[in-house]
């Protein structure tokens, strides 16, 4: 119960760990444009558009900033708590910006604005960026706080703000003992001096400790607290949205609290920065209530639709318009988990597919443009290395071509400009063996980065492989399970084409290594107990990686529903693993086992588990044709086209 409770309601911390704000402008689109553009120092245009706009206590910050008159810590502080929020902003440009143009303070006393602005940056970094990062820019806020008397009131607020950084960070480790004994004392800090913001800051923290212990009820208790301290402001605290989300989680958990749950999710709709997570809430909640009572049908009127699957598709919609990846993952993810309490199998399956999706693009994005990155750099040192050497070309051309004509009509001097010549050609050769020294050092160090590439995606793969190896650990699911050693293996054979990628220095991998390789891998994983008598044929094949990943995960998919389905602890069990070029220049790869074959019903082409889909799709990449026979056992005959060939085609 403990377990559970805490994996359900930790996510309100991990998702809404930073401060919000509230807006203050009724024209949101032309402002950030402003804030954008005094991040990027375009300060011209950022005045065009605020002078455009009706004077408001914040445009008149925004102004004094982008003039540079004298704009106060506060100014920038407005500027840094509101366009911080943005979730689609890169929150690097503003924490550059923070940096080279928000200076320490040299006052004798203690400037809580900017003790404020360097608290949201670290809490801003440790939600997009690193925590190694945040962690810096909170080291030189302590830094700062330290050389003031620790007896003075302002004094006292900056060290709580300093320390909600090593608060958070003892969650994240889940050090109860530690984060939850600073936790108090500095809400006891605090309530002596009177302070309502920070003791509702406090509480929010303590919070997570209190749900780490399955403290239910206290952690509900401790954010009806937190709310009924913001009455008290004239304006909300930073932490009033993210109280607002922990108790609405807590509450959909508990159940049986349908009328406060209305009223926090109301809130939360009407406030336009968090409209957006309003939605993934109102899908979690209906997933915990009956569709046919009032409740139901109050918020199926409040989105003006009909039923649960419209529900469904429209909020899709709007947050598919304005939320980034990670966000819209979770609003797919969580109308998936609804349908599917409510029976609705086939639609829960559409959106769990959707969310899949989303994940493997944001992970497929990343890695795609490391290697692009990558490849654009190789690709433009390679470009300028070529022109000049063009250019040495041409020149001595024209040097050659004038030596010539000279000696065709100023006879007399044949052999001064001979000697001449002489000189100038060995200066030249120098030259040119100078650029074929520099040509040869540009080639080492192109080899060098390229191995540096494969090494480090290899290492990101392992990284990825041990992540789902140590989160494998805690699945007591066996299908879940499953997926993940599935999961493992096609990181692993990707992994693993790199590593040869790495090690190789012609950029080719070695199929006949490879396979075998991964026949080890895949019969530690799957057949331990099992006599399995592996022939690999592979005539000293080599493929580039654009071949060679799409082939590696066909063969590790295939071979791991042999491993799975085809063979028996019982019997002497046979693989055939063979890779041969054809007389038309394609390529034919052959897997055969001895089992039992698969079931004639099963159709490639209609398949839709995960493994088969993946294997159609990648023989789609690779131009080729799959072809699955019954000969004494399952036998599959694929032939493809190298990326030679894929490219003439193209």
């Not at 444009?33 to 009706?54: G, M, R, T």
């Not at 998936?336 to 769990?352: D, F, Q």
């Not at 054979?493 to 026949?519: P, T």
Request: proline share 1%.
């Amino acid at each position: 119960m403990v377990k559970k409770t805490c994996l359900l309601l930790l996510f309100s911390f991990f998702y809404l760990n930073v401060p919000a704000q509230k807006k203050e402008n009724k024209q949101p689109s032309k402002i950030k444009i402003a804030e954008d553009f005094i991040f990027k120092q375009q300060l011209d245009s950022a005045l065009v558009i605020l002078n455009s706009l009706p004077t408001t206590t914040r445009i008149s910050s925004l102004k004094r900033i982008a003039l540079k008159v004298n704009p106060s810590y506060k100014d920038y502080y407005r500027l840094i708590s509101i366009a911080g929020n943005n979730l689609n902003r890169d929150y690097s440009s503003i924490s550059n910006y923070i940096n080279n143009n928000i200076p320490t303070p040299k006052a004798k006393e203690i400037n809580l604005d900017y003790v404020k602005i360097k608290w949201i940056q670290a809490a801003k970094l440790r939600d997009y960026k690193t925590v190694a990062e945040a962690s810096v820019e909170n080291e030189k806020l302590v830094k700062y706080i330290a050389q003031f008397n620790a007896s003075d009131k302002e004094v006292k607020k900056a060290k709580i703000y300093a320390n909600i950084h090593d608060i958070v960070i003892y969650t994240i480790q889940r050090d109860l003992k530690k984060g939850k004994n600073l936790c108090l004392e500095n809400l006891q800090t605090a309530k002596e001096i009177k302070d309502t913001r920070l003791i509702i800051a406090m509480l929010y923290h303590l919070c997570d400790f209190v749900i780490l212990e399955g403290k239910l009820q206290e952690y509900i208790d401790l954010c009806e607290e937190g709310l009924a301290l913001e009455k008290e402001l004239e304006n909300k605290s930073e932490y009033y949205i993210a109280t607002i989300s922990h108790a609405v989680d807590a509450y959909i958990y508990r159940g049986k609290s349908d009328k406060r749950v209305a009223e926090l999710l109301k809130i939360l709709y009407e406030d336009e920065d968090v409209r957006e997570v309003s939605y993934i809430y109102y899908s979690k909640y209906l997933g915990t209530i009956k569709l046919d009572s009032k409740t139901a049908k109050d918020i199926f009127e409040q989105f003006n639709v009909s039923n649960i699957l419209q529900f469904c598709s429209k909020i899709r919609a709007l947050g598919k318009k304005v939320l980034n990846s990670n966000d819209y993952y979770q609003l797919v993810r969580e109308n998936s988990a609804t349908l599917e309490k409510h029976n609705y199998l086939r639609e829960a399956i559409v959106y769990k597919d959707e969310a899949i999706g989303v994940i493997r693009k944001i992970y497929s994005n990343d890695l795609a443009n490391s290697l692009a990155n990558a490849k654009t750099k190789i690709a433009v040192k390679e470009k300028e290395i070529q022109i000049k050497h063009e250019k040495e070309r041409a020149r001595l051309s024209i040097i050659i071509s004038s030596l010539v004509g000279l000696l065709l009509l100023i006879s007399v001097i044949v052999t001064i400009r001979v000697v001449k010549q002489r000189k100038t050609l060995a200066i030249k050769n120098k030259e040119i063996a100078e650029q074929r020294d520099a040509l040869d050092k540009a080639l080492k160090e192109k080899e060098l980065l390229v191995k540096e590439v494969h090494h480090r995606v290899k290492n990101n793969f392992q990284i990825v492989s041990s992540l789902l190896e140590l989160q494998s650990k805690d699945i007591e699911d066996e299908k879940a399970l499953e997926l993940a050693n599935e999961g493992k293996a096609r990181v692993k054979s990707m992994a693993l084409i790199h590593q040869k990628l790495y090690q190789n220095e012609s950029g080719l991998v070695d199929f006949d290594e490879y396979i075998k390789l991964l026949v080890n891998e895949l019969t530690a994983l799957y057949a331990s107990d099992k006599e399995v008598n592996t022939q690999v044929k592979t005539e000293n094949i080599k493929f580039d990686v654009d071949t060679a990943i799409p082939l590696g995960l066909i063969i590790n998919e295939l071979i791991t529903n042999t491993y799975k389905y085809a063979f028996d602890a019982n019997k002497k069990n046979e693989l055939l693993i063979q890779i041969h070029k054809k007389a038309t220049q394609e390529y034919e790869l052959v897997i055969k086992d001895n089992g039992p074959g698969l079931d004639s019903s099963i159709d490639f082409v209609k398949a839709k588990s995960l493994g088969l889909r993946l294997v159609k799709r990648l023989v789609k990449q690779l131009q080729g044709t799959l072809k699955q026979t019954n000969d004494d056992g399952a036998k599959y005959v694929i032939v493809f086209k190298d990326v030679y060939l894929r490219k003439q085609i193209e």
